[in-house]
């Protein structure tokens, strides 16, 4: 494929697209990871959009657990409609080329939804240490308008973040290499084809990363010391599992997250191989936005009984159909 650039006086040559190398497959390997990965993109947005209209539809589960949960499957679907759809074209055509706006975007966005994803896990795990600390608080400390500000809040969270460094990066010279050797416009490979110095911008995304990473970070650990100081206090051993299986699904989706996510984002040139580093982006935008919603409805019988209240009410309008038109 052609390699799109102009040319500048002096031989200087500046690009002008990128081109999103993938993952280099071919053959039958590239035919049977394509369809893995348009499965996976489904599936994830079948299991994340169901949480959503189960959380709007359905009284039962109006909480403020519940909220925030509607809030990460939005989160989770935004994440996944910014990076997947692209792949998919590099995958199942020849798509490779990106334009500077449309690779910017991209990065902006992956920036956004994951600054978005931390602070909602943060404030999920606040929300059962309040369930559990101070069960009989909860209604008043955990009011609407405390977690519609916490979920405006977590969503707005990762704007400077997202605004500013990709601005800063895609100012930045770029000359004569467009080859991204990755399947989204990531930090990290985009940052190896500039051509001068990077330590000022390496520095300070990484200090910016850090504070804002390690807010929702610390307000997980703070939770779950108070949550694991509570659950000893409780006397019978039935008492204590209970409480804390309450936390199973946001624990596990907490050490997904941040073991993944943070690997790539906290180093931006770490000396982690390509292939490797495609491998850990991979897991954690595609594969945790698909298992989340498994996680958390396999683990949580409010929502169980919420999906199959909604289907029994779908069939049963079916069969109410159905029984008018047979009349």
Same mark, same amino acid.
């Given at each position: ?81 910014? $990076?997947?759809?692209?792949? %998919? *074209? +590099? ?5 490779? =080329?990106? @334009? ?119 307000? $997980?650990?703070?939770?779950? %010391? *108070? +949550? ?5 206090? =409780?006397? @019978? ?91």
């Amino acid at each position: 494929m052609r390699i799109l650039e102009e040319t500048k006086p002096g031989n200087q040559t500046t690009v002008t697209h990128f081109l999103l190398w993938g993952f280099g497959l071919r053959g039958k390997m590239h035919l049977l990871f394509s369809i893995v990965i348009s499965v996976t993109f489904l599936v994830t947005m079948i299991g994340n959009s169901l949480i959503v209209v189960i959380t709007v539809i359905d009284s039962a589960p109006h909480t403020p657990m519940y909220y925030f949960l509607k809030n990460l499957a939005l989160t989770e679907i935004c994440y996944s409609l910014s $990076i997947v759809p692209r792949m %998919l *074209l +590099i995958l199942l055509g020849e798509r490779k =080329i990106i @334009s500077f706006p449309a690779c910017a975007l991209q990065l902006s966005c992956a920036i956004l939804f994951v600054m978005c994803e931390c602070f909602l896990l943060g404030v999920m795990a606040y929300d059962r240490q309040v369930a559990i600390c101070h069960p009989l608080h909860y209604g008043t400390m955990m009011n609407r308008d405390l977690c519609f500000k916490m979920a405006v809040g977590s969503w707005l969270s990762g704007i400077p973040v997202a605004l500013v460094f990709p601005t800063w990066l895609f100012t930045l010279p770029f000359c004569g290499r467009n080859k991204v050797d990755h399947f989204f416009c990531d930090v990290s490979p985009v940052l190896k084809l500039v051509c001068a110095d990077t330590a000022l911008f390496e520095l300070l995304i990484f200090i910016s990363t850090v504070i804002i990473v390690m807010i929702p970070f610390s307000l $997980i650990i703070i939770s779950y %010391l *108070l +949550i694991i100081h509570a659950v000893l206090q =409780i006397p @019978s051993a039935m008492g204590q599992r209970q409480a804390f299986s309450t936390c199973t699904a946001h624990l596990v989706v907490v050490t997904l997250f941040y073991s993944t996510a943070g690997i790539i984002h906290l180093r931006p040139r770490s000396s982690l191989s390509s292939n490797m580093k495609k491998m850990v982006s991979l897991s954690y935008t595609v594969v945790t936005p698909m298992i989340n919603p498994f996680i958390y409805s396999l683990r949580n019988q409010k929502v169980k009984q919420s999906l199959r209240k909604c289907i029994n009410k779908r069939l049963l309008g079916k069969q109410m159909i159905f029984s008018l038109s047979s009349s």
